[in-house]
């Protein structure tokens, strides 16, 4: 069997990463990543996704044998990404997702006012399992999300090889710092909702 790819970011589409139609069925076109019921889950154009999923050029690389840069893996993705059926419909064709909730929870994230980290403009639908960091909090080795959840979040560079990871959803909001690959993580913040 050929295996299929999201035809929005081109990550290999396995059952368990496969998005939502509106009615909860499963989507065999795009992962759960960028489309959930229904609607694609962050409304941005095809550079704009190019630079977030840049950032996964490690996995990229470990997964291919490569050992792309990451501009050379923006590179490769400009080629790439036109192929995508996301990328060849008119903006008026595609199912936006301009979720209300979504919204709040930038509003919510950037309140919070965390010194160093950039004020945020736009959140991705993310799979518990694909960001659920394990902590070590009073000497025990403790996750917070759910992986089998999705969570709205996003990943924004702090500096000095550190990220900030942000996931939210209706009950809470988590705020961690972490380097690349999740290595040596802090919570930053955990605010109920």
């Not at 990463?17 to 409304?43: H, P, Q, R």
């Not at 050379?72 to 790439?80: D, G």
């Not at 008119?90 to 919070?112: G, M, Q, R, Y």
């Not at 900030?164 to 009950?171: L, M, R, T």
Request: aromatic fraction near 12%.
């Amino acid at each position: 069997m050929e295996p299929k790819f999201c035809q929005s970011c081109g990550m290999p589409l396995t059952e368990d990463v496969l998005g939502t139609n509106a009615d909860g069925s499963k989507n065999e076109e795009y992962c759960i990543f960028c489309f959930k019921d229904g609607a694609f889950t962050g409304n941005f154009t095809m550079e704009e996704m190019i630079d977030f999923c840049s950032q996964f050029v490690e996995k990229y690389n470990q997964d291919a044998g490569q050992n792309l840069t990451r501009d050379e893996y923006k590179e490769l993705l400009r080629q790439y990404y036109p192929n995508l059926k996301r990328w060849k419909m008119t903006d008026s064709e595609l199912p936006h997702a301009d979720s209300p909730l979504k919204a709040t929870f930038i509003e919510e994230v950037n309140a919070l006012n965390i010194a160093d980290m950039p004020k945020i403009d736009n959140l991705y639908v993310l799979q518990g399992s694909f960001i659920n960091i394990e902590y070590d909090i009073n000497g025990h080795k403790i996750k917070l999300l759910d992986d089998n959840e999705s969570y709205w979040g996003t990943q924004v560079e702090k500096g000095g090889g550190r990220c900030y990871g942000i996931a939210c959803d209706e009950k809470f909001i988590i705020v961690s710092e972490y380097g690349q690959d999740g290595v040596d993580p802090e919570l930053v913040m955990v605010k109920r909702r």
